[in-house]
């Protein structure tokens, strides 16, 4: 009888120690979950390349940096609408991504005035290369991969349109709006 009682007192202080874990687990997990999104979130905004990848100018930082801003001029890519690119399928869904991308030029650049014109002249010809860099470029990438990594896609497409121009030229490509689907 005194082992019975004994087994049944054990019983439920064990039952009564799994609820109370189960407890804590449900109060503290969303907390957990929070401070990794704070922490993942401040990383990004601060820009810690934790990988060591290379950007296009092969110094780890934007090769945008080493231009001075007065220096910098801009060309929107892809018109009012942005660009529409199909992403890479990583979970058997079509996934689609609205870019407006904006090209980063140095107005200093030697081959500025020729490459400039051949921009923005009314044929369009160079700029539909560069959407097709970029598009051919993003569309490689999965939306995982979009949305956690993203400079990593810009710096793709950077060395995408130097290839087009030169990369004294193009100093590099800006997302200004992202949409995924």
Avoid at 90 to 99: E, K, L, N, R, Y
Avoid at 123 to 142: C, D, F, L
Wanted: aromatic letters at 4%.
């Amino acid at each position: 009888m005194k082992k019975s009682l004994l087994t049944m007192i054990t019983l439920a202080l064990v039952l009564i120690n799994l609820l109370l874990t189960a407890i804590i687990a449900v109060a503290i997990l969303p907390e957990v979950k929070n401070v990794n999104s704070l922490v993942s979130k401040v990383a990004s905004a601060i820009d810690l390349n934790e990988n060591g990848t290379a950007t296009a100018d092969g110094s780890g930082g934007s090769s945008a940096s080493n231009v001075p801003i007065e220096d910098q001029t801009m060309v929107s890519i892809g018109g009012d609408d942005g660009l529409t690119i199909n992403l890479k399928s990583s979970d058997g869904q079509t996934h689609m991504a609205v870019i407006k991308a904006q090209l980063v030029m140095n107005s200093k650049a030697e081959s500025y005035k020729t490459n400039y014109a051949a921009l923005t002249n009314e044929t369009g010809s160079a700029a539909g290369q560069v959407s097709q860099a970029i598009q051919q470029t993003v569309s490689q990438y999965t939306v995982e991969q979009m949305q956690n990594d993203q400079q990593t896609v810009i710096d793709a497409c950077t060395k995408a349109v130097q290839k087009i121009f030169d990369k004294e030229f193009v100093v590099g490509v800006s997302f200004t709006n992202v949409i995924y689907q």
